[in-house]
């Protein structure tokens, strides 16, 4: 079977202004390129050594990085994240394969030991980037088996300086059965929590029916970042541990913590992605599943919950501040907000997509599975999907725009700033008023129609889209997971990174079979010209 979400990453860049050097002065340019990373390139070379699995390929070279999942901006850098491999930087003017973030041996070895050239390292799709340290956070998950089976998570910092290293705290006595789809932080806290929605069945790993269903609460873990600094790599560390309903893949806290640790929590009630859609599954409503639909996850099978809460780190409590949820909240998709290190500060508005209810994209297995956990009754008609703003603190809902055509799969918004003029004392991301209301809600929309692009007012979503861009022949993308925007770059930054090659030990290269040897120092010498083109 076909894991699609699993599937190679790709990326592509839109410029938001027209007219960009080398193009007809009234478009817009449009970029798109694989993620190249060596796993990809081994597979162009050897498909049929490459087998899918719930987490990615596994072939004869190892597990490879499909890298599928968000692009992440560092100052001038651009990388892109998975949840099952490390952070790829990626040229950001040709959006080409540049390195993998951090020799393998400092990520602490495999998430699980296996043979192969290309580790097996699961860790976050949404590392953050600490604006006052210059340096990532994201997280490392080991196997366990013991006490039970489960995942066992660690802290991971990817300084500019380091180069080709990381570093890593193993939280201390913490097993758990998700994953850990997002890192957050404050000034002084990172902030990390069991997704929740995404759990690997042991018995469907091995062939069996799935199982396993996602919990109605899930641990958060807080750590002070000032208990990392000095300590050296491998050193376990005590987390404070609190619980959260619902699951969540994201969730943003405010940069300021001063008054405690404030957070939007985006929930994903009863929403498994580790269900997915088979060839032979009948929907809710009775009917086939859309062939063009199988691999895809189970879609959402209750309204979805969005608060704003404050954790408590001396009490473990954690305090409501303000809650959505109503009929039309079904499939909380992604949200857009003001990432500037002002806007994180004081942030005012938070834009988020839903999807509504999508009964075609809801298999009877999976309802089987809930029963007695979720309506039916909720989940018979399809219903518009729509980009919402709510005020931050409050989540007062302000304004909301609806997508009544029922064929439009509208993905990841993101906010641009009006304007990004050079004030000094600004960060480079920030516009002249930072918070998420003064500038864009760029929202990408999936239609067998053609892919669009629409530019909202991001105070003003209500009034719908001010300006929208098409290609003129109806073209279409495949599915867009995350989206970012970024100031426009077009050169790689001198920085010293990780070359395959350097990973490339004889013990390695000893256990995977001879023959494919020259593919492998192929692959090495094109990457390595890639790192350090003048080499
Ligand atoms: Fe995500």
Known sequence: MEYRVFDWGA??????????????????????????????????????????????????????????????????????????????????????????VGHRDSWGGSSLDMPGVLPFLLSSAHPVVDPDRDCMWTAKLDFAMEPSFGLRPAIVRYDQSDGTQVRFWPLEGIVFGGSMH???????????????????????????????????????????????EGLPSGTPITPISLMMAPPSGHFYARWEDAEGISVVWEGMDHMDLGLYLKPDDLDVNGNPVDPAS???????????????????????????????????TFNLQLSAMDWSVEGMTNPTLHHVTYQGCRPGNISQRAAKLYEGRIDLDQLREATPGSLATFERGSMELKQRWEYPDLGDHITSPTFAPRSCETDASRSAYAGAKPG????????????????????????????????????????????????????????????????FSDELTDELMAAVPHNFHGAIHAVADECDELVDPRS
């Not at 070379?45 to 597990?63: D, I, K, L």
């Not at 959402?300 to 305090?319: D, N, R």
């Not at 970012?484 to 001198?494: K, N, Q, R, T």
């Open 294 to 328: 199988v691999g895809l996850y189970n879609m959402a099978m209750g309204p979805e919950t969005i608060v704003e809460v404050q954790f408590e780190p001396e009490s473990g409590k954690v305090v409501e501040r303000g809650l959505c949820r109503e009929d039309w």
């Open 182 to 228: 997002t890192i957050s932080q404050t000034r002084d806290w990172l902030i990390l929590a069991d997704s929740g929605n995404f759990k690997v069945d042991p018995a469907e790993l091995f062939g069996g029916e799935r199982e396993l269903t996602i919990d109605d609460e899930v641990p958060v873990w807080l750590v002070r970042k000032e208990q990392l």
């Open 11 to 100: 990326i592509c860049r839109l410029a938001l202004v027209p007219g960009c050097p080398g193009r007809d002065p009234g478009r817009f340019a449009w970029q798109s390129r694989s993620i190249q990373s060596p796993g990809k390139r081994l597979w162009d070379r050897h498909p049929e050594q490459f087998a899918t699995s719930p987490t990615g390929y596994q072939s004869v070279f190892g597990a490879s990085n499909a890298s599928n999942t968000a692009p992440l901006p560092w100052g001038r850098r651009l990388f892109t994240t998975w949840d099952a491999g490390r952070p790829i930087e990626l040229h950001p003017g040709t959006l080409e394969f540049v390195a993998e």
């Open 436 to 499: 998420g209301h003064d500038g864009y809600v760029v929202q990408p929309v999936l239609s067998d129609d053609g892919f669009r692009v629409e530019l909202f007012d991001a105070s003003a979503v209500g009034h719908g889209p001010i300006a929208v861009l098409k290609g003129t022949n109806r073209e279409c993308v495949p599915l867009v997971l995350h989206s970012a925007w970024m100031p426009a770059h077009d050169e790689l930054v001198d920085a010293e990174r990780l070359r």
